[in-house]
């Protein structure tokens, strides 16, 4: 019998690498395996538990085995819909959700139904192009820069419009921001949203750290454009439920024909998201002061984490703002450029390399995120820690009190480590 040549795979396909994120912390734990001592801060899982409320209702669900409807379960649809009409400031119904087995799955079927160009920032996280050319639409990158903060301008963004302004397009927008860990004033949101009206884009609002804002100030641009966004979150990052794989998108009513173009091709391809992990869900939505508590204490930890690296990190001078959500920073190594070539380091991958295998520091180049190889930046994701002891420690303490050092090196000691060991590396050049 013949075999199938190897060239037989996709085009679309051919040539592409394992996730970079997924692909560092295999990485990581082959080099734990071996007895290495390595500080992951490649992979950005949250460090936090899953939220006992949201937990107790999986238990009470576990029995739940029938197949949901492909748009999701109606009280899971329900209780987002009304958590987001508050949260986002735009109403919204029930008929308005879809439920999906992660955002990053609910994003592969937009961008599979939807026909028209993508367009993202550059620094933005690994999957966006990967999906684009997997399925074959063309990547368009918006260059940001670092006195920005990383973020996409109103300007640059109109700019892309010039050639082709009918051409249709799918803006992805992600705040707090992985890989940087920054976010847009009010007024900013408002400029984008005006050009995104304007030019008539599809605008898929990435807000799966909104509610990891470091100040509990998160804005949702949809209130600005709410005819052309759809709003994109789940479990994994605000609720620590990375491995149920629950994601939502929350449409407009305008965009009905496009939720349910994707409900058509979500019936074709996984039917329903598992039907104990739904109904556990419901809890996640409620107004339940516990998870107002774990939320509030876990920005209170991170707040304090990201402030206290980006300073460790200037003094030594890497070039590293506060971060003003999630639990990364996006740091940059330009400003140390003569010092580290002698070292060998001629790009952000073999930046990421030397840390690694002299540091045992895991990070991911900011090449992966799309930035210019030669550009001296790393992404750091500040959570190998023990989130449930912080947790409780923070609990005893005065909740109008800025974290110590002390607290963070006894209660997420393995990041403070993690971030000395970097700048020890950088002062021994």
């Avoid at 009918?166 to 890989?179: A, D, H, Q, W």
């Amino acid at each position: 019998m013949g075999r199938l040549p190897p060239n037989s795979i996709n085009l679309n396909v051919r040539g592409l690498s394992q996730s970079a994120t997924i692909a560092i912390n295999d990485r990581s734990n082959a080099l734990r395996a071996e007895g290495r001592t390595i500080f992951k801060l490649g992979l950005g899982q949250s460090p936090f538990p899953v939220p006992r409320p949201v937990v107790e209702a999986l238990r009470a669900n576990a029995h739940q085995k029938d197949y949901l409807p492909v748009k999701g379960l109606p009280q899971l649809r329900q209780a987002i819909a009304a958590h987001y009409s508050e949260l986002a400031k735009v109403e919204r119904t029930a008929e308005d959700v879809m439920i999906g087995p992660g955002s990053k799955e609910l994003m592969f079927l937009l961008q599979l139904v939807f026909y028209g160009d993508l367009v993202i920032p550059s620094p933005s996280w690994v999957s966006y192009a990967p999906q684009a050319q997997i399925i074959g639409r063309r990547v368009r990158y918006v260059q940001t820069h670092r006195d920005d903060g990383w973020c996409l301008r109103a300007d640059r963004f109109a700019e892309l419009f010039g050639e082709d302004p009918e051409r249709p397009t799918l803006v992805i927008l992600n705040y707090p921001n992985n890989p940087t860990g920054y976010t847009y004033e009010l007024d900013e949101l408002k400029q984008l949203a005006s050009v995104a009206r304007e030019h008539g884009v599809l605008l898929l609002s990435d807000e799966i750290y909104g509610q990891l804002h470091h100040q509990g100030a998160h804005q949702s641009i949809a209130q600005f454009y709410p005819e052309g966004t759809i709003i994109s979150s789940g479990l994994s990052k605000w609720c620590g439920a990375g491995g149920w794989r629950l994601g939502t998108f929350i449409f407009p009513a305008e965009l009905r024909w496009l939720l349910d173009a994707m409900a058509v091709a979500a019936s074709e391809t996984f039917t329903s998201t598992a039907a104990p992990i739904q109904w556990a869900a419901v809890a996640a939505y409620q107004p339940d002061p516990e998870i107002k508590t774990y939320l509030t204490n876990s920005r209170r930890i991170l707040r304090a984490l990201g402030r206290w690296l980006a300073g460790r990190l200037r003094q030594v001078g890497v070039l590293c703002a506060d971060p003003d959500g999630a639990f990364y920073a996006f740091v940059d190594f330009s400003n140390l450029r003569p010092q580290l070539a002698l070292r060998g380091v001629t790009d952000s991958a073999s930046l990421c390399n030397l840390l690694l295998d002299q540091a045992g520091v895991a990070m991911l180049p900011g090449a992966d995120f799309g930035r210019p190889p030669e550009e001296l930046t790393l992404r750091l994701a500040y959570v190998d820690f023990e989130g449930q002891q912080a947790l409780d420690a923070v609990e005893a303490l005065d909740p109008d009190a800025e974290l110590s050092e002390a607290f963070l090196r006894q209660y997420c000691g393995r990041v403070l480590e993690a971030i000395d060991r970097v700048a020890d590396w950088v002062e021994r050049g």
